[in-house]
Nanobody, 118 residues
């Protein structure tokens, strides 16, 4: 199953964006833990946050720098997972991806670029 992130763009420092994650092609991820990852320029891809299955899935934030600013939610009816990003900072500039956690055989989508300007 390939997941595709969308909704990125250019935003000013302090602004907000809400990224969406959907299935590219066929497949279903409603019963999977979904992770949001990001890759900043010159750095490796890192896990930012994840959410367990269900519309009231448990959210885990793995990066201290985004705690209190980012959160994850999912809408099973729409087969979509969201990453709400508030109070964006320049260091949040990166390509953001979503992926089923632990599914190493899943191909990665192209991601969505978030650029935060001061």
């Amino acid at each position: 199953v390939q997941l595709q992130a969308s909704g990125g763009g250019l935003v000013q420092t302090g602004g907000s964006l809400n990224l969406s994650c959907t299935v590219s092609g066929s497949g279903d991820f409603t019963s999977n833990i979904v992770g949001w990852y990001r890759q900043a320029p010159g750095k490796q891809r890192e896990l930012v946050a994840s959410i367990t299955p269900g519309d009231r899935g448990r959210v885990s934030i793995f990066m201290d720098s985004v705690k209190g600013r980012f959160t994850v939610s999912r809408d099973s009816a729409r087969n979509t997972v969201y990453l709400q990003m508030d109070n964006l900072k320049s260091e949040d500039t990166a390509v953001y991806y979503c992926h089923r956690v632990g599914r190493v055989s899943d191909p990665w989508g192209q991601g969505t670029l978030v650029t935060v300007s001061s």
